[in-house]
């Protein structure tokens, strides 16, 4: 990076936003991170290099607080790449009454929240004719799983919210860019009681998916081999997945809440 890029990152307490932070403040980016838990983002900070990056302590689901904070951000200049990495999973099943409030809450932060956050920073990426737009989806939003229902459909709504805002932006210097996560070794994949495939160390999933925002990447799946999946998954008939996928192992439920 010639200059020194403003970027804004949610879901930068842990996981994949964390990562990414490292990876452009090691760039010498001046980052705006975003997270409910300030311990977390001060641990994240404390390990950055470079200064000036400002930390937001909010709910991505509270929409004005959202705002609020990439207003403030862009007070102190213009920001190349908007990063909307905040997300939650959790076990879900329709016929059970009490997680109508998680499938909302996963629905509010995968989806909604992404949707909140890339609505401030358009005007005036519009106005210098560039920017990016980065939207984390999941090769989970490829095909619905068993016991997964709020969350491979936020995922799937992703892809195709932000396929929906590429069109829309085409021609304004303005880019959008979805990663799809495989399995990402994260405090989110940490207890899933089903063999992962492919799962990849978080620090490398950054550096990949960093430079497939730099090159403009319209649809990028990571690691490589779960991209292959993501190939072949739709073709696969219907009958065939939903015997195999019938037999998978699930995600618990959490009646109180997605963590």
Same mark, same amino acid.
């Given at each position: 990076?010639?200059?020194?890029?403003?970027?804004?990152?949610?879901?930068?307490?842990?996981?994949?936003?964390?990562?990414?932070?490292?990876?452009?403040?090691?760039?010498?980016?001046?980052?705006?991170?975003?997270?409910?838990?300030?311990?977390?983002?001060?641990?994240?900070?404390?390990?950055?290099?470079?200064?000036?990056?400002?930390?937001?302590?909010?709910?991505?689901?509270?929409?004005?607080?959202?705002?609020?904070?990439?207003?403030?951000?862009?007070?102190?200049?213009?920001?190349?790449?908007?990063?909307?990495?905040?997300?939650?999973?959790?076990?879900?099943?329709?016929?059970?009454?009490?997680?109508?409030?998680?499938?909302?809450?996963?629905?509010?932060?995968?989806?909604?929240?992404?949707?909140?956050?890339?609505?401030?920073?358009?005007?005036?990426?519009?106005?210098? +004719?560039?920017? %990016? #737009?980065?939207?984390?989806?999941?090769? =989970? !939003?490829?095909?619905?799983?068993?016991?997964? &229902? @709020?969350?491979?459909?936020?995922?799937?709504?992703?892809?195709?919210?932000?396929?929906?805002?590429?069109?829309?932006?085409?021609?304004?210097?303005?880019?959008?860019?979805?990663?799809?996560?495989?399995?990402?070794?994260?405090?989110?994949?940490?207890?899933?009681?089903?063999?992962?495939?492919?799962?990849?160390?978080?620090?490398?999933?950054?550096?990949?998916?960093?430079?497939?925002?730099?090159?403009?990447? +319209?649809?990028? %799946? #990571?690691?490589?081999?779960?991209?292959? =999946? !993501?190939?072949?998954?739709?073709?696969?008939? &219907? @009958?065939?997945?939903?015997?195999?996928?019938?037999?998978?192992?699930?995600?618990?439920?959490?009646?109180?809440?997605?963590?």
């Amino acid at each position: 990076m010639t200059t020194r890029q403003r970027v804004f990152i949610t879901g930068a307490s842990s996981g994949i936003g964390a990562a990414l932070a490292r990876q452009y403040a090691s760039q010498g980016a001046m980052l705006g991170l975003v997270g409910r838990r300030q311990d977390a983002l001060q641990q994240v900070l404390a390990g950055l290099p470079g200064q000036g990056h400002q930390l937001y302590v909010l709910d991505v689901r509270d929409r004005d607080a959202l705002h609020s904070a990439a207003l403030d951000f862009l007070q102190t200049g213009p920001v190349d790449r908007v990063l909307a990495c905040a997300g939650i999973s959790a076990g879900t099943l329709t016929d059970e009454p009490e997680d109508f409030a998680v499938f909302q809450a996963i629905i509010d932060t995968n989806l909604l929240a992404m949707v909140a956050t890339f609505e401030p920073f358009l005007a005036s990426m519009r106005a210098r +004719r560039q920017g %990016v #737009l980065v939207g984390i989806g999941s090769v =989970a !939003g490829v095909r619905g799983l068993p016991g997964a &229902g @709020a969350y491979s459909a936020s995922k799937a709504a992703v892809r195709a919210y932000c396929e929906s805002l590429r069109v829309e932006l085409y021609g304004s210097g303005v880019q959008v860019v979805t990663i799809a996560p495989g399995f990402i070794a994260t405090p989110m994949t940490a207890h899933n009681p089903y063999r992962m495939p492919f799962l990849m160390p978080v620090e490398r999933f950054a550096q990949q998916a960093m430079r497939a925002i730099e090159a403009r990447d +319209r649809y990028r %799946v #990571l690691p490589w081999q779960m991209a292959w =999946a !993501g190939r072949l998954l739709p073709l696969v008939p &219907g @009958a065939v997945f939903d015997a195999v996928a019938a037999r998978r192992k699930r995600k618990p439920r959490m009646p109180s809440g997605p963590r």
